[in-house]
């Protein structure tokens, strides 16, 4: 089935090639061993340093507290001291917190990180988490397993089932947001993927892709290389139409995030070749090629050129096989790898360099470990030989072809392909099964619905009509026999409408006997208003003469006043009098003169003024004595010359002091 496609065309480039060469696999693992342990041993270092400037703080603030203590119980004086190690005390407390670790989830996101570009140091230290993960909630945990997951995955590390991705699958399914769920579903698709359950992963990558799509913001490096693994699944299944749009989706994300577009350029000159479309193979190949010349740094992509020299030796394009053979550093001879000698075979096989030919493949024969590149070189050689007609090399290396053929196995491989596709058609077909079933079963209850409602209409229709019909019998009875009972009951009538007309007579009687007695009613109501409103302007009357009285008896209080001190202090009130009309200022003898004769008559005054308003001057006691006696506010004001807020905002406080002592009095 791949006639037109050599042996290393069969998956795209980036797929996870398992190697069968013993030796490299040796050595990588040697390499992944010596890893692991230093990046143990990181971990170690850097939790022993946290550990020990824990403890540190830890002294420090235990220490501190038990000199504060010492400090207090001693009754220590220096009391700046003891603020200070108060001080140093509370900002050892909070200290402490910031020495511990951070946050699980942010410890995570970071680890995370550091996995994107060196997962195996990433997994010594999620590893460094599992017993503090422990304590956490679901969320946590099942963001560890996830992140274990996600790491194991870029370290190459197979799964050995699929039982924790499942439970996150159904986790995140319920209770993760959008990016969640793509993530998850990403890396069930790689999990079934690896274990070679090809129509799970397709199903679970698709379900990847649709998350992306329909959030509102997702991982475009992981919709990416979900378009990438698509491409493969598709690819592996035979499938190259849907290969090549998911190489097109994979290539157009990383043209939006300006990312590496080589390897989606090969993958979709790949899935070209395998449709015979030779231009658009090329022309993909070109894209792949003017990225990597354009990038500034050849030696970078000394890889992908090789495939690129590969690919156009085998589409027989001359002038851009010897392009990228021109830029190509590399040589098989200093460093022996079997893939680039099978570039540079096919390549001078291209320039007719036939010598050149059986020289690599020769080598790969010698040295290679690849038992798919020495098949092809064997059977390249096999080739040459039987052209030149040298029998004995040509039956030597047809030997070596079907021996490689035989190792290779290729009808286990055609069955394992025909399994795999089997599989994934049998995952279409019970689609498309389970998709019939539903349209059928959907067919059924459409059908039953509609006969039962159309049942149901035709007996409502009936029972309407039976309904309608009984109606119009009962109506036709009754009006029959309202009929008869209007005929024989004529007279009955006629007696009721007269006695009904003799009711109606006495009513009216009745009406204006009551529309008489209503009148009686709203006259007697009106002079009962004007007698209420006689009463109001009386008592309004009472009122004023009330309010008189009251204006009297406080008039006849100051006239008592001012007649006890006239009959008490004749002098007093004659200096005062003078004094009020401008004739004579008051001295200091008239004072307390005034002083002694209102305390004659008020003992109580003076304990009052100093009780409520404490230390007073000597204009205070002037203007309230003068109050006390019974003066207006315009008299004191032309006897002290205050001014005349003052004398306003004193006699509230007098009149305040009265209150009380009447008050006090009267109990």
């Known amino acids: 089935m791949y006639k037109n496609v050599p042996c290393f065309f069969v998956f795209p480039t980036n797929v996870k090639i398992r190697r069968n060469n013993a030796k490299y696999l040796q050595l990588r693992r040697i390499q992944h061993e010596r890893t692991v342990l230093k990046e143990r041993h990181e971990t170690y270092q850097i939790n022993k340093r946290e550990t020990s400037r824990n403890n540190c703080c830890k002294k420090i603030g235990v220490l501190l507290y038990f000199f504060y203590l010492y400090t207090h119980k001693s009754r220590f004086k220096m009391s700046i001291v003891r603020s200070i190690v108060y001080v140093l005390y509370i900002i050892s407390i909070f200290a402490l917190p910031s020495c511990s670790k951070e946050d699980s989830l942010e410890e995570m996101e970071r680890i995370k990180i550091i996995g994107d570009k060196n997962p195996i140091k990433a997994l010594a230290m999620l590893d460094s988490l599992k017993i503090g993960i422990r304590k956490e909630n679901n969320y946590v945990k099942n963001k560890y397993d996830l992140l274990q997951i996600r790491l194991n995955d870029k370290a ?75 491409n493969d699944l598709y690819y592996k299944v035979q499938n190259y139409n849907d290969a090549a749009k998911m190489a097109q989706e994979e290539l157009k994300i990383a043209q939006q995030t300006r990312t590496n577009t080589i390897t989606p350029y090969l993958h979709l000159g790949t899935a070209y070749i395998a449709l015979n479309k030779t231009k658009e193979a090329c022309d993909a190949f070109d894209g792949a090629f003017e990225v990597i010349t354009h990038s500034g740094d050849i030696s970078k992509h000394q890889s992908d050129l090789l495939y690129l020299l590969c690919d156009y030796s085998v589409l027989m394009q001359h002038s851009k096989a010897k392009k990228c053979f021109s830029l190509i550093k590399y040589t098989p001879l200093n460093e022996f790898s079997d893939f680039p000698c099978m570039a540079f075979a096919k390549y001078y096989e291209l320039c007719n360099k036939t010598d ?17 590149n020495m098949y092809d070189a064997s059977k390249l050689l096999y080739q040459i030989y039987s052209d030149r007609g040298d029998i004995n090399n040509a039956e030597h290396y047809a030997r070596a072809y079907m021996q490689f053929s035989d190792s290779m196995d290729f009808g286990k491989r055609q069955e394992l392909s025909a399994t795999v596709n089997n599989e994934f058609q049998y995952h279409l077909d019970q689609k498309k099964e389970q998709t019939l079933k539903d349209e059928k079963e959907q067919y059924k209850n459409t059908l039953a619905i509609v006969v039962l409602t159309t049942i149901l209409l035709a007996c409502v229709a009936y029972i309407m009509y039976v309904r309608r019909h009984n109606r119009h019998l009962q109506q036709m009875i009754s009006l029959s026999t309202e009929l008869q009972r209007v005929a024989t009951g004529e007279q009955q009538l006629r007696k009721d409408i007269e006695m009904k007309e003799e009711e109606l007579e006495e009513s009216k009687k009745s009406l204006k006997k009551s529309s008489n007695e209503l009148s009686n009613i709203k006259l007697e109501l009106k002079r009962m208003n004007e007698e209420l409103a006689e009463y109001s302007e009386a008592l309004k009357a009472k009122e004023r003469q009330l309010s008189e009285k009251i204006d009297q008896n406080t008039t006849f209080i100051k006239l008592l006043h001012q007649s006890e001190m006239e009959s008490n202090a004749e002098d007093v009130i004659y200096a005062i009098r003078q004094s009020s009309e401008g004739k004579k200022n008051m001295t200091s003898t008239d004072w307390k003169r005034l002083y002694q004769a209102v305390d004659e008559l008020y003992p109580e005054f003076n304990v009052s003024l100093i009780r409520k308003l404490g230390n007073i001057t000597e204009q205070h006691m002037q203007v309230y004595y003068l109050m006390r006696i019974g003066l207006s506010k315009h008299q004191i004001l032309d006897m002290t010359h205050l001014s005349r807020v003052t004398i306003w905002r004193w006699a509230k406080n007098y009149n305040s002091i009265v209150n009380s002592d009447d008050a006090t009095t009267t109990e």
């Open 356 to 372: 050149s030919v059986i020289f690599y493949c020769k080598l790969l024969l010698d040295k290679g470990t690849d038992i798919y």
């Open 156 to 230: 190459d590390n197979i799964p050995n089932s699929d039982i924790m991705i499942k439970h996150l699958i159904g986790y995140f399914e319920d209770k993760g947001s959008m990016l969640e769920k793509q993530e998850v579903t990403y890396y069930a698709g790689s999990v079934y993927r690896d274990l070679r359950d090809t129509p799970r992963a397709l199903g679970y990558f698709l379900k990847s892709t649709e998350y992306a799509k329909n959030g509102n913001n997702c991982d475009s490096i992981m919709l990416r290389n979900a378009y990438s693994n698509l």
